[in-house]
């Protein structure tokens, strides 16, 4: 049965405020602290019959600015009392613990005995099956989100997702199966009108709805807030740091800081840092979404002020199950979606909307490029933003392209795009009929009004249609079937119809505003008959005024004219000298001319005949207006009825101009169809990158074969021909983990790029740059590519670096796609060999767990040392090079091939490399020197310390010159008279040059 309601309306200002109400038991806000705006939805149990009342979830009726609340007992449910039976009011009093009162009486518990738990755990108390769901949504923006399991105490987070829609959040659901749904208040009305939906829905099987919906304010979603609380999170897994120790002098000794307050700031400082090795701190609003969660748990225990009582068993990210997980990060160094400062400076935008930028070479800049409608570059931005694990619509996707690539639909196909090219962007024009307004003003601006746009629609609209029907055949893709039932050409021509019988296009054009056609009203062409003819009307009027001029003003008086609003004047021109009008009104005693303003050199009058005219005809242009405005106004309403249909048939052009998009990217590129499969391999025949080819005269391309841990003794996967040596690095057939190696510049980032695009491209549904490609469905692609730095964070290169990989390591699963290029660069280079060696043995050791990795490094003693374990799991390939040694000039003596081999390089060829980018060459013989030295394993410093014969001779010889001058007597350098001046000269000159064959002179 359902509670009856008791009537009392919360604004939605009283929200924010707190305002309290005094239903039944039904509904408390409160307001904890100051501008908190929580509302409680407080709940009266008897404390009897406690198992009835597990949960009650809070439902909204009406608008936004003003709903009515109303909470749902149980089926079971007959009677809710408004008191407790003692009579006292003292368990209500407190704020209503949201979760305390369903898992009471399935403990075994009073409320009494809640409250004093021994352990004083609250989560001991809560119910089993409480999910509190966090959800941040902008519209046509992200949507962020995480969520707290108080039976695991497990908190997860979910990577931002970029371009989220309604479809998102259902599948959100689903994945979650949430109790408890916070949302801050400025959620777009849709979202919440969606969630309200879910929340109605009555779950026979518990007998209680699906959930609670709390609003809060936007403060409780603050990012900087809830990254102090997740790093004051006591966490199982991630135990505290056993010291924090400040850099101090040489030799290894250590500072004491020098404050409590310089502690635990740099206590901090590490605590954001390994929290960062937990969940991506760049999704700014699913970590917001945790930390409003957390938040409230605080507040529900009582303790708002120290989050870190809250015990959390495990803190991970998530993925909705059928979305591929990528960071942004990861999104970035592959290059998948990245804009740039636009070129012209009059391009780039400052509001929120106007981002300011182009799009750069990116592969989402390939596609975009292609399609020809607004829709279809969201879509596509979408697709892009969002890959999928779904594998019928992975398939079906490629069999549209497939399908548009046919050799018969190529001139249907050219059709299709000359269409697009012409289909506008209706959802702003169903926004703006919606909210009753079109912008657009100056010339040529109706060309881009509402009804201009909504007509293009509709004729491109039926054209798009009839041209999908001339596919052969339509019926074997889903997507053609689609549009052809979607688009009703009955719903469409009657649109047209109705718009165009309507709207005179013709004449809206040149007067830059919305003209109606005549014989729509009477009465509104009775008005344009009557202002059309305001010309003659005028020159009569002025005929008969002149007459009751007297005679001298007749010719000063010569005009009348019309202006909307302000109706008919009479213009008076003014006097050159005075700027005084010539004629006022003299000698018309019974007639008062009132002067209305004056302009041009002109004053503008109302006297008895203008006023009569006033009275007899009235605004006849603002009458025009107003009955037009009044006429689109139905028409706007006519068109409404069609809104989802219109709204339907545009999303369909867009996923069409999309897959189009891929299509022709297919065609133009040389792309092939990848087989996408459940099992966990990738083999990749031929493959390319599909950005870097596009800069380069001539690509290399190579292969790659990884298969996931738990696949890799499965029989039978890869190519037929891969034992005709197609893929030449694979020395393993079941290897899981790859480990490059080769000389810079030699093409190793490329190759770990171009693999990790052709797995995601494969997981849009769009053809991929190789010549074969079987690739198993993947769940996360994680990558420590490029370290992306900013004085807005407090992190080292190599902080930044470990972050990553402890992101990966934390993260990856058999199904993932791990990449490592140069980790460990960032510190000593015995620290870094050590890091890399201990990440390809811990992979190594995964086995049947490994997820598929390649790796790229220039540490080679980890191999030389025999650091890395041998395994069926790994395999070593090297990029392989021609060296000649028999070139003079450095720079030519290194032939990249680009091309990926098995084994292990040995040499990177450093010094090769700095000589081809241009750096000195005393540098470069120098760096040549060390590095020899060093490989030898001799005495760097025995080395430098050591003379070379010139240099022994050198210091021998100004060792004898020395020793000559201490031995000559100093009378002998005496200057006594003139004379001595030439004896000084020959003994100085038998000092330095003796036995020396010098023939310098003093």
Same mark, same amino acid.
């Given at each position: 049965?359902k509670?009856?309601?008791s009537?009392?309306?919360?604004?939605?200002?009283?929200?924010?405020?707190?305002?309290? /109400?005094?239903?039944?038991?039904?509904?408390?806000?409160?307001?904890?602290?100051?501008?908190?705006?929580?509302? #409680?939805?407080?709940?009266?149990?008897?404390?009897?019959?406690?198992?009835?009342?597990?949960?009650?979830?809070?439902?909204?009726?009406?608008?936004?600015?003003?709903?009515?609340?109303?909470?749902?007992?149980?089926?079971?449910?007959?009677?809710?009392p408004s008191?407790?039976?003692?009579?006292?009011?003292d368990?209500?009093?407190?704020?209503?613990? !949201?979760?305390?009162?369903?898992?009471?009486?399935?403990?075994?518990?009073?409320?009494?005995?809640?409250?004093?738990?021994?352990?004083?755990?609250?989560? *001991?108390?809560?119910?089993?099956?409480?999910?509190?769901?966090?959800? /941040?949504f902008?519209?046509?923006?992200?949507?962020g989100?995480?969520?707290?399991?108080?039976?695991?105490?497990?908190?997860?987070?979910?990577?931002?997702?970029?371009?989220?829609?309604?479809?998102? =959040?259902?599948?959100? =659901?689903?994945?979650?199966?949430?109790?408890?749904?916070?949302?801050?208040?400025?959620t777009?009305?849709?979202?919440?009108?969606?969630?309200?939906?879910?929340?109605?829905?009555?779950?026979?099987?518990?007998?209680?709805?699906?959930?609670?919906?709390?609003?809060?304010?936007?403060?409780?979603?603050?990012?900087?807030?809830?990254?102090?609380?997740?790093?004051?999170?006591?966490?199982?897994?991630?135990?505290?740091?056993?010291?924090?120790?400040?850099?101090?002098?040489?030799?290894?000794?250590?500072?004491?800081?020098?404050?409590?307050?310089?502690?635990?700031?740099?206590?901090?400082?590490?605590?954001?840092?390994?929290?960062?090795?937990?969940?991506?701190?760049d999704?700014?609003?699913?970590?917001?979404?945790?930390?409003?969660? !957390?938040?409230?748990?605080?507040?529900?225990?009582?303790?708002?002020?120290?989050?870190?009582?809250?015990?959390?068993?495990?803190?991970?990210?998530?993925?909705?199950?059928?979305?591929? !997980?990528?960071?942004?990060?990861?999104?970035?160094?592959?290059?998948?979606?990245?804009?740039?400062?636009?070129?012209? &400076?009059?391009?780039?935008?400052?509001?929120? +909307?106007?981002?300011?930028?182009?799009?750069?070479?990116?592969?989402?800049?390939?596609?975009?490029?292609?399609?020809?409608?607004?829709?279809?570059?969201?879509?596509?931005?979408?697709?892009?933003?969002r890959?999928?694990?779904?594998?019928?619509?992975?398939h079906e996707?490629?069999? $549209?392209?497939?399908?548009?690539?046919?050799?018969?639909n190529?001139?249907?196909?050219?059709?299709?795009?000359?269409?697009l090219?012409?289909?506008?962007?209706?959802?702003?024009?169903?926004?703006?009929?919606?909210?009753?307004?079109?912008?657009?003003?100056?010339?040529?601006?109706?060309n881009?009004?509402?009804?201009?746009?909504?007509?293009?629609?509709?004729?491109?609209?039926?054209?798009?249609?009839?041209?999908?029907?001339?596919?052969?055949?339509?019926?074997?893709?889903?997507?053609? *079937?689609?549009?052809?039932?979607?688009?009703?050409?009955?719903t469409?021509?009657?649109?047209?119809?109705?718009?165009?019988?309507?709207?005179?296009?013709?004449?809206?054009?040149?007067? &830059?505003?919305?003209?109606?056609?005549?014989?729509?009203?009477?009465?509104?062409?009775? =008005?344009k008959?009557?202002?059309?003819?305001?010309?003659?009307?005028? &020159?009569?009027?002025?005929? @008969?005024?002149?007459?009751?001029?007297?005679?001298?003003?007749?010719?000063?008086? +010569?005009?009348?004219?019309?202006w909307?609003?302000?109706?008919?004047? +009479?213009?008076?021109?003014?006097?050159?000298?005075s700027e005084e009008?010539?004629?006022?009104?003299?000698?018309?005693?019974?007639?008062?001319?009132?002067?209305?303003?004056?302009?041009?050199?002109?004053?503008?009058?109302?006297?008895?005949?203008m006023?009569e005219l006033?009275?007899?005809?009235g605004?006849?242009?603002?009458?025009?207006?107003?009955?037009?405005?009044?006429?689109?106004?139905?028409?706007?309403?006519?068109?409404m009825?069609?809104?989802?249909?219109?709204?339907?048939?545009?999303?369909?052009?867009?996923e069409? @101009?999309?897959?189009?998009?891929?299509?022709?990217?297919?065609?133009?590129?040389?792309?092939?169809?990848?087989?996408?499969?459940?099992?966990?391999?990738?083999?990749?025949?031929?493959?390319?990158?599909?950005?870097?080819?596009?800069?380069?005269?001539?690509?290399?391309?190579?292969?790659?074969?990884?298969?996931?841990?738990?696949?890799?003794?499965?029989?039978?996967?890869?190519?037929?021909?891969?034992?005709?040596?197609?893929?030449?690095?694979?020395?393993?057939?079941?290897?899981?983990?790859?480990?490059l190696?080769?000389?810079?510049?030699?093409?190793?980032?490329?190759?770990?790029?171009?693999?990790? !695009?052709?797995?995601?491209?494969a997981?849009?549904?769009?053809?991929?740059?190789?010549e074969?490609?079987?690739?198993?469905?993947?769940?996360?692609?994680?990558?420590?590519?490029?370290?992306r730095?900013?004085?807005?964070?407090?992190?080292?290169?190599?902080?930044?670096?470990?972050?990553?990989?402890?992101?990966?390591?934390k993260?990856?699963?058999?199904?993932?796609?791990?990449?490592?290029?140069?980790?460990?660069?960032?510190?000593?280079?015995?620290d870094?060999?050590g890091?890399?060696?201990?990440?390809v043995?811990?992979?190594?050791?995964?086995?049947?767990?490994?997820?598929?990795?390649?790796?790229?490094?220039?540490?080679?003693?980890?191999?030389?040392?025999?650091?890395?374990?041998? &395994?069926?799991?790994?395999?070593?390939?090297?990029?392989?090079?021609?060296?000649? /040694?028999?070139?003079?000039r450095?720079?030519?003596?290194?032939?990249?091939?680009?091309?990926?081999?098995p084994?292990?390089? $040995?040499?990177s060829?450093?010094?090769?490399?700095?000589?081809?980018?241009?750096?000195?060459?005393s540098?470069v013989?120098?760096?040549?020197?060390?590095?020899?030295?060093?490989?030898?394993?001799?005495? =760097?410093?025995?080395a430098?310390?050591?003379?070379?014969?010139?240099?022994?001779?050198?210091?021998r010889?100004?060792? #004898?010159?020395?020793?000559?001058?201490?031995n000559v007597?100093p009378?002998?350098?005496?200057?006594?008279?003139?004379?001595?001046?030439?004896?000084?000269?020959?003994?100085?000159?038998?000092?330095l040059?003796?036995d020396?064959?010098?023939n310098?002179?003093?």
């Amino acid at each position: 049965m359902k509670m009856p309601a008791s009537g009392r309306r919360f604004s939605h200002h009283q929200r924010a405020r707190g305002g309290s /109400s005094q239903c039944r038991g039904q509904v408390h806000s409160r307001g904890r602290g100051r501008g908190s705006g929580v509302i #409680d939805f407080k709940r009266r149990t008897d404390k009897r019959s406690s198992s009835n009342l597990s949960h009650m979830p809070i439902h909204f009726e009406g608008s936004r600015s003003e709903r009515s609340f109303r909470a749902r007992p149980h089926a079971q449910q007959t009677v809710l009392p408004s008191t407790p039976p003692d009579g006292s009011d003292d368990a209500f009093s407190s704020p209503s613990r !949201l979760f305390e009162q369903g898992q009471a009486h399935a403990l075994g518990t009073t409320p009494e005995n809640i409250q004093n738990n021994e352990s004083g755990d609250f989560y *001991e108390t809560v119910n089993a099956e409480e999910v509190v769901l966090a959800v /941040s949504f902008v519209e046509r923006g992200s949507l962020g989100c995480a969520y707290f399991a108080t039976n695991t105490q497990e908190l997860r987070i979910l990577h931002d997702m970029q371009y989220a829609d309604v479809d998102v =959040l259902e599948a959100l =659901l689903a994945h979650v199966q949430p109790t408890v749904v916070l949302l801050p208040f400025k959620t777009p009305e849709v979202v919440v009108s969606l969630f309200e939906r879910h929340a109605n829905i009555w779950d026979e099987g518990s007998g209680q709805c699906s959930y609670a919906i709390r609003m809060l304010t936007s403060a409780n979603f603050s990012h900087s807030n809830a990254v102090k609380r997740l790093a004051n999170l006591k966490l199982s897994s991630m135990s505290a740091p056993r010291a924090v120790v400040r850099p101090g002098l040489a030799g290894g000794t250590t500072e004491s800081f020098e404050s409590t307050s310089e502690l635990r700031l740099h206590s901090a400082i590490i605590g954001v840092t390994r929290l960062s090795s937990f969940i991506d701190l760049d999704s700014l609003s699913s970590v917001a979404c945790a930390g409003a969660i !957390l938040g409230e748990l605080s507040r529900y225990d009582g303790h708002a002020d120290d989050p870190g009582h809250i015990r959390c068993r495990d803190l991970q990210m998530f993925a909705l199950k059928d979305y591929l !997980l990528i960071s942004n990060d990861t999104m970035s160094s592959l290059q998948i979606l990245r804009s740039e400062s636009h070129p012209n &400076s009059q391009a780039r935008g400052t509001g929120k +909307t106007a981002q300011g930028g182009k799009e750069s070479l990116s592969i989402y800049g390939l596609f975009s490029a292609l399609a020809g409608t607004p829709q279809g570059k969201a879509k596509l931005r979408q697709m892009i933003a969002r890959p999928t694990v779904d594998l019928n619509l992975i398939h079906e996707r490629q069999r $549209t392209i497939s399908f548009l690539l046919q050799p018969g639909n190529s001139e249907t196909l050219e059709t299709i795009c000359r269409i697009l090219r012409k289909v506008p962007d209706i959802r702003r024009s169903i926004i703006k009929l919606r909210k009753g307004v079109d912008s657009t003003s100056g010339r040529g601006s109706f060309n881009r009004g509402v009804w201009w746009t909504l007509r293009r629609f509709v004729v491109g609209a039926l054209q798009l249609r009839e041209a999908i029907r001339g596919l052969s055949p339509v019926g074997e893709i889903i997507l053609a *079937e689609t549009i052809v039932r979607i688009i009703s050409p009955n719903t469409m021509k009657e649109l047209g119809e109705t718009v165009g019988s309507t709207i005179d296009f013709r004449e809206s054009r040149p007067n &830059s505003r919305v003209t109606v056609r005549w014989g729509v009203n009477d009465e509104l062409d009775r =008005l344009k008959r009557d202002y059309n003819g305001m010309e003659d009307l005028l &020159s009569q009027v002025v005929s @008969d005024l002149s007459n009751e001029l007297p005679e001298w003003a007749r010719n000063i008086v +010569t005009s009348c004219i019309f202006w909307p609003q302000l109706g008919f004047l +009479t213009m008076v021109p003014l006097c050159p000298d005075s700027e005084e009008p010539m004629y006022d009104g003299q000698g018309l005693d019974c007639d008062n001319w009132q002067i209305m303003f004056s302009a041009e050199r002109k004053a503008y009058y109302k006297n008895h005949r203008m006023r009569e005219l006033d009275a007899h005809l009235g605004d006849m242009y603002g009458g025009i207006l107003d009955l037009e405005v009044e006429i689109l106004h139905n028409l706007a309403v006519d068109v409404m009825v069609h809104e989802d249909a219109l709204l339907a048939a545009a999303d369909i052009c867009g996923e069409l @101009d999309a897959l189009v998009a891929m299509a022709l990217a297919a065609g133009k590129y040389g792309w092939t169809a990848p087989k996408v499969t459940m099992s966990n391999v990738l083999s990749i025949r031929a493959g390319r990158h599909p950005l870097q080819e596009l800069v380069l005269p001539l690509y290399i391309p190579n292969d790659c074969y990884l298969s996931g841990g738990e696949d890799h003794e499965t029989p039978g996967l890869g190519f037929e021909s891969r034992s005709s040596g197609h893929l030449p690095m694979s020395t393993s057939e079941c290897a899981s983990m790859t480990v490059l190696t080769g000389p810079n510049h030699s093409g190793k980032s490329v190759h770990l790029k171009h693999v990790a !695009l052709i797995t995601y491209l494969a997981h849009i549904g769009s053809y991929v740059p190789a010549e074969e490609a079987i690739v198993g469905l993947t769940d996360k692609i994680l990558t420590r590519l490029s370290t992306r730095e900013t004085v807005s964070r407090n992190e080292s290169s190599f902080a930044v670096d470990l972050k990553q990989v402890a992101f990966c390591l934390k993260s990856a699963s058999p199904r993932s796609l791990v990449l490592v290029d140069e980790f460990g660069k960032g510190t000593a280079s015995d620290d870094g060999a050590g890091l890399m060696a201990a990440l390809v043995n811990h992979f190594v050791s995964l086995r049947t767990k490994t997820p598929r990795v390649l790796a790229a490094t220039h540490f080679h003693e980890i191999f030389e040392g025999r650091h890395v374990s041998e &395994s069926p799991y790994l395999t070593l390939a090297h990029m392989d090079i021609r060296l000649d /040694s028999r070139v003079s000039r450095p720079d030519n003596q290194l032939v990249y091939l680009y091309r990926l081999i098995p084994g292990v390089s $040995t040499e990177s060829f450093g010094a090769i490399c700095a000589a081809l980018s241009g750096v000195d060459s005393s540098v470069v013989d120098r760096a040549k020197t060390i590095a020899h030295i060093l490989s030898s394993n001799e005495d =760097l410093n025995a080395a430098y310390t050591t003379l070379d014969a010139e240099d022994y001779n050198r210091l021998r010889d100004a060792e #004898d010159v020395a020793r000559r001058f201490l031995n000559v007597a100093p009378r002998n350098l005496a200057i006594g008279v003139v004379g001595d001046v030439g004896n000084i000269r020959n003994t100085l000159r038998s000092v330095l040059y003796e036995d020396t064959g010098s023939n310098c002179h003093l």
